[in-house]
């Protein structure tokens, strides 16, 4: 069986207030192609559809095209989708009755029935080109606090050993139902230990990275889990079978180093044969002047000047994101002016304008431009504001707190 593995499309996702449908189309039209020309028997998204638990009307019209044209191009594609924490779950699920017409699975949240997890929602079985079922999916979507079962205070970590119940019980549910030479493949959206994170675009979750998930929550017996969150691709714990696909466009300028790319997994009989990346094509460039680091005005501009200039025939959202960074010894008010108007005529857009200032007596290569309030993560902000007032930092507990009550906001409903 083939099986291609992608996470963290984040439609619906701008950059500075630039809107990213364009490149997000060109990716889903590629994925399209892929998924045709390397003849995947099943697609796993794992998590984060959306940017935003209320997303655009565009993001969702590009979210119901994309599943139109991938059944009326692959009929026989089966299509698994897990909700992620930008998600809503409410809104991912709403539209369950259609999509299982036509033969696509969406977890959005934790689904329960009398009281109960709902095991037949969780469970779906991948289909080989025969129409075979070849492998079991267990599809834990990404998991909320008030998701998690109760267990005893000395069992270590309340967090982490109810998501380490809630993934045994489901894979435990799938070797049942599997049979001789059918695979066992998981799918999350969680944060596991031993991993990078990108500061500027993942949302912590599940009340902060120090609850960060052990890789024995997927026994040896798991052919492949596919992991959604982190944005960078990457093995877990070292294991070729354990792996988070990265997100398939960079959500920050951090990431524009990053190698975007969504996985092809080969199963052969219940166990895993092969892991390929297929990198996917980057449409619109990120620039960073200088560099590294900062430099002086003066240098700066010497360098914007040297730039490639615009192309009319170039589309506008294939012009390239530009960052600046400039270190000044006192704030220059006409800074912005000054950099716009070298840049008149240029190719590049111009998305971030970071002044970093050496008037501390620091090297200058130790200076580092600082986060705007844009890029700071709601915890960060929360820590500042605690530390305003208290001089020990906020225990975990109240972080959880926090988290929790934080996770509710972004998730109500207008």
């Known amino acids: 069986m083939r099986l291609l593995h992608t996470s963290d499309w984040h439609l619906g996702h701008t950059l500075y207030d630039v809107s990213r449908d364009a490149e997000h189309a060109a990716f889903l039209d590629w994925l399209l192609e892929t998924l045709e020309a390397q003849s995947v028997d099943a697609l796993l998204v794992a998590g984060d559809i959306f940017d935003t638990a209320n997303p655009s009307a565009e993001a969702q019209a590009a979210w119901y ?50 009281g109960a997890m709902d095991q037949e929602r969780l469970l779906v079985p991948l289909h080989d080109a025969k129409g075979r079922v070849g492998a079991w999916v267990a599809a834990v979507p990404y998991l909320r606090p008030a998701d998690l079962p109760p267990v005893p205070g000395d069992m270590g970590d309340r967090l982490v050993e109810g998501v380490r119940s809630v993934y045994a019980e489901v894979l435990a549910a799938a070797r049942r139902r599997r049979q001789a030479g059918q695979a066992l493949v998981a799918m999350g959206h969680c944060y596991m230990t031993g991993t990078e994170l990108s500061a500027l675009s993942e949302r912590k979750i599940l009340g902060g990275n120090q609850h960060a998930l052990p890789v024995d929550l997927f026994p040896d017996d798991v052919a492949y889990a596919a992991l959604g969150h982190l944005h960078k691709a990457q093995r877990v714990g070292g294991r070729e079978g354990v792996r988070y696909s990265g997100s398939p466009l960079p959500l920050s300028l951090s990431e524009a180093g990053y190698r975007h790319q969504v996985l092809l997994v080969e199963l052969e009989g219940d166990a895993l044969r092969e892991v390929q990346s297929l990198p996917v094509p980057r449409t619109t460039d990120m620039v960073r002047v200088p560099s590294r680091d900062a430099a002086p005005l003066d240098a700066v501009l010497t360098q914007l000047e040297g730039l490639p200039a615009h192309d009319a025939d170039t589309l506008e959202w294939r012009r390239p994101y530009l960052e600046v960074c400039v270190s000044l010894p006192r704030p220059e008010p006409a800074l912005r002016q000054k950099v716009e108007k070298v840049l008149e005529g240029k190719a590049a857009r111009l998305v971030k304008l970071t002044p970093a200032y050496t008037g501390t007596g620091g090297a200058l290569a130790e200076v580092q431009p600082g986060l705007s309030l844009k890029e700071r993560t709601p915890e960060d902000v929360f820590r500042a504001r605690y530390a ?27």
């Not at 109240?398 to 998730?411: K, P």
């Open 65 to 114: 095209q994309f599943v139109a044209k991938a059944r009326r191009r692959m009929p026989r594609l089966d299509v698994v989708v897990i909700g992620g924490n930008h998600d809503s779950a409410a809104r991912l699920d709403a539209p369950d009755p259609l999509f299982a017409a036509l033969g696509v699975h969406v977890v959005g949240g934790l689904p329960r029935a009398r």
């Open 388 to 414: 305003r007032d208290f001089e020990e930092p906020p225990a975990l507990a109240l972080l959880e707190a926090f988290h929790t009550l934080l996770t509710d906001v972004q998730e109500e409903s207008p």
